[in-house]
């Protein structure tokens, strides 16, 4: 069934209106633009999820906003959230992973333009399976088609192939729920259930950046901002633990890098993700700006602006070329 969105992009793409809407601007203010994989995930029994994107389609976005916006990174948001008019988009991408250097990167420099990456800094030091990737792993690898978690699933959990994913979906949605001292027992309950076994670290060793390819893409014009050291889903963590996982973070990359961090984006990213003792946190931190993942944009001089929840809206594999011009040329109906 063909969604409102999907049926108004239809008739936007249909009728040219995208073409007239590049050229009189509809909206003032800043769209931010979250990523977190470039590439194919065919083949791969990791979180297809975290693709945002193939090369040529990332490629092709990257030009098609170096046309018709502003793009920018963080040392013009001061000027954007003061009201400075102009159709600002910022791309950004989190976690930190090695196509974000090795594809990503390339492309950002062949268009001129920056873009910010939130970087979880103890998955750059100790290369684990971040828990999605190890969730989807031990379903991808699993010989069986149904599972049960007793006290978790209402039913049992079916799944077959080609496509695992929504079985993936499924315990991402459990994990992201659970308060974090019963993350690690869950994870060892589905390895358990899917006959898999964890996943082998070995499997993260090839997933992230090293501190060489950050500090060049520093260098390359893109900035850098903090994502936590083990990404939890901070609002799940005790005060003292949610600061230890944003201070260690800052003052990891900091170190790295040599300069001042101030940027930040919540783990998971949704209105349940992050609470007061999270924005109190980044705030003994230095922290001046957070970034949020459950969509939005900043309007020009908007009257409710909090800096450490500033929207970011999703770019997925499903963003074709019309979706993409719907979303950057109408964000008060896209975002």
């Not at 988009?89 to 873009?115: C, K, S, W």
């Not at 729920?177 to 019963?182: A, I, K, N, S, V």
């Not at 973070?249 to 940027?263: D, H, K, N, Y």
């Not at 969509?295 to 999703?314: D, I, K, M, W």
């Amino acid at each position: 069934m063909i969604g409102k969105r999907a049926l108004l992009t239809c008739a936007l793409e249909a009728g040219g209106l995208h073409r007239l809407l590049e050229a009189t601007p509809s909206w003032s203010g800043l769209l931010v633009l979250n990523y977190h994989r470039i590439g194919d995930p065919t083949g791969s029994p990791l979180d297809w999820g975290l693709w945002s994107a193939g090369e040529k389609q990332f490629a092709d976005q990257v030009r098609y906003l170096a046309r018709h916006f502003d793009v920018v990174g963080l040392e013009s948001l001061d000027e954007i959230l003061e009201g400075r008019r102009g159709r600002h988009v910022m791309i950004t991408f989190d976690d930190g992973y090695r196509d974000n250097y090795e594809a990503a990167f390339p492309i950002l420099q062949a268009h001129g333009v920056p873009a910010v990456f939130f970087l979880t800094s103890g998955f750059l030091d100790d290369r684990p399976v971040a828990w999605w990737d190890e969730i989807a792993w031990m379903i991808r690898t699993s010989r069986k088609t149904d599972i049960n978690l007793p006290g978790w699933l209402d039913d049992r959990l079916m799944f077959d192939e080609p496509d695992r994913q929504q079985a993936v979906d499924a315990l991402l949605r459990i994990y992201k729920q659970l308060p974090h001292d019963r993350t690690a027992n869950f994870l060892d309950n589905v390895a358990n259930a899917t006959g898999s076994g964890r996943c082998p670290r070995h499997v993260g060793d090839s997933l992230w950046m090293d501190w060489s390819m950050v500090r060049e893409m520093r260098a390359g014009g893109m900035d850098i901002g903090a994502h936590t050291v083990t990404h939890p889903v901070l609002a799940n963590l005790p005060a003292d633990r949610q600061q230890i996982e944003i201070e260690n973070s800052r003052q990891r990359i900091e170190t790295e890098l040599g300069e001042p961090v101030r940027a930040f984006s919540y783990p998971v990213g949704q209105p349940e993700s992050y609470n007061a003792d999270t924005q109190a946190a980044l705030q003994r931190s230095g922290i001046r700006w957070a970034f949020t993942y459950h969509g939005g944009y900043v309007p020009a001089h908007s009257n409710a602006l909090n800096p450490l929840a500033l929207p970011r809206a999703a770019v997925e594999r499903e963003t074709d070329s019309a979706s993409l011009r719907s979303l950057v040329t109408l964000p008060q109906l896209f975002a």
